[in-house]
């Protein structure tokens, strides 16, 4: 068994200036360089506003139109500094992409522009999600400052939902034990009056519920705890061989018993011989289980199943339901953390199932989709490769 660290995906924190821009005394060296997406089809404006920027310390990219900007956006920069009027794609059409786009969704975006600057103009953009809309003429210490303010507001936000994130971990391992074993008491108390056929009927009826609700207790608290530790990219992968075949064999007998509880008939089509690859088990029941148990939680009451395959060198499996659907602007956010398709309070969950098996997909070089439509069920696929030629 070979233990790897686990490298959580997602954005990483850009740094933030922690001088004001026309102080002299504080070297710009000193901190790692910001990155802003300067876009705007004036080569005079392009040239002036990169100029401010470089002199206020940040690495500039440029770019002179909307698809241009829409592929530099896909590195990442801190911030895209956008022109709303542009030849090929307008500034508010751009901002409405990249929020519509998962990997550039929370980008940092601020409109600048010297003619859309009446009140209908900055509603516009802001509503089309820019994070902030600011008119010229700008003096350069006032456009560096409000720069530096939107990405102090950004820095702020990362550590509120870092210290959500300790304290979720903390929270979890505290949790762990004393549910562990409130759950195995209460266990054994449905043993022992399964034989007391006096009162153990009513007994029985009043404890096994418990023992459900306790037990979806501690899939919650291994949930948060997970999340937490995929934040801080604070976890190892087990990697041994695994016959994922066994793997969705033992998970779709455990979710039986919600399965038929939620008058979901959970079929499942295996192959006839081992599905063998590397990698963690542990990891690899988790976002099975969360595949079927989402599938499960929004069947509406029809059958699902359950089939695994291998296809050009990777495993395939395949989890369909024939539930309540999903539109099409709301699949890509179902895969983000605490993320839920309005639902009228019908489902429960915090929306966190999809995120983790796509986190433990990419840990494992592969991948989670969906294709679904409103009113047609869902059907997730999990690719996974079965020769990975790379390490862990």
Avoid at 9 to 34: K, M
Avoid at 63 to 77: D, F, I, M, N, Y
Avoid at 300 to 325: C, F, I, M, N
Avoid at 379 to 386: A, G, N, V, Y
Wanted: overall charge negative; some cysteine.
């Amino acid at each position: 068994m070979q233990v790897v660290p686990f490298a959580a995906r997602g954005p990483t924190v850009p740094a933030t200036p922690s001088v004001n821009p026309s102080d002299s005394q504080n070297p710009r060296h000193t901190r790692p360089a910001v990155t802003v997406l300067n876009v705007n089809d004036d080569p005079a404006t392009l040239y002036l506003l990169s100029l401010t920027l470089k002199q206020g310390g940040y690495q500039v990219l440029e770019a002179t139109g909307g698809r241009e900007a829409l592929r530099l956006a896909q590195g990442r920069p801190d911030l895209v500094l956008l022109d709303v009027h542009m030849p090929d794609i307008d500034g508010y059409e751009v901002c409405r992409r990249l929020r519509s786009d998962e990997p550039t969704h929370d980008l940092l975006i601020a409109h600048l522009s010297s003619v859309s600057v009446q009140r209908e103009d900055r509603v516009r953009g802001l509503a089309q999600g820019a994070d902030a809309y600011w008119t010229r003429p700008l003096a350069e210490d006032e456009l560096l400052a409000n720069i530096e303010a939107l990405l102090r507001l950004q820095a702020r936000a990362q550590d509120a939902v870092r210290a959500r994130d300790r304290f979720l971990r903390i929270a979890g391992h505290e949790l762990r034990t004393p549910l562990t074993v409130l759950r195995l008491n209460l266990e054994r108390a449905v043993e022992m009056v399964k034989g007391d056929a006096d009162a153990g009927g009513s007994m029985q009826k009043r404890l096994e519920p418990a023992v459900r609700q306790l037990t979806r207790l501690q899939v919650l608290v291994e949930s948060l705890a997970d999340v937490s530790r995929l934040s801080a990219q604070d976890v190892t992968l087990l990697v041994d061989t695994v016959d994922l075949s066994q793997v969705v064999r033992e998970q779709v007998e455990r979710f039986q018993v919600p399965a038929r509880s939620a008058s979901v008939a959970l079929a499942v089509e295996l192959p006839e011989v081992p599905v063998l690859l590397f990698g963690d088990r542990r990891m690899l029941e988790q976002a099975v289980g969360h595949l079927l148990s989402n599938a499960i939680k929004f069947g509406e009451d029809r059958p699902a199943k359950v089939r695994l395959s291998t296809h050009e060198g990777h495993a395939v499996l395949a989890v369909e339901d024939q539930g309540v659907g999903i539109a099409p602007e709301d699949q890509a956010r179902i895969f983000r953390r605490f993320e839920r398709v309005p639902s009228s309070g019908r489902f429960e969950g915090l929306g966190l199932g999809l995120y983790l098996a796509q986190e433990i997909a990419a840990a494992h070089e592969g991948a989670l989709t969906v294709k679904s439509a409103l009113g047609q069920g869902a059907c997730f696929e999990l690719k996974l490769p079965l020769n990975r030629t790379q390490r862990y």
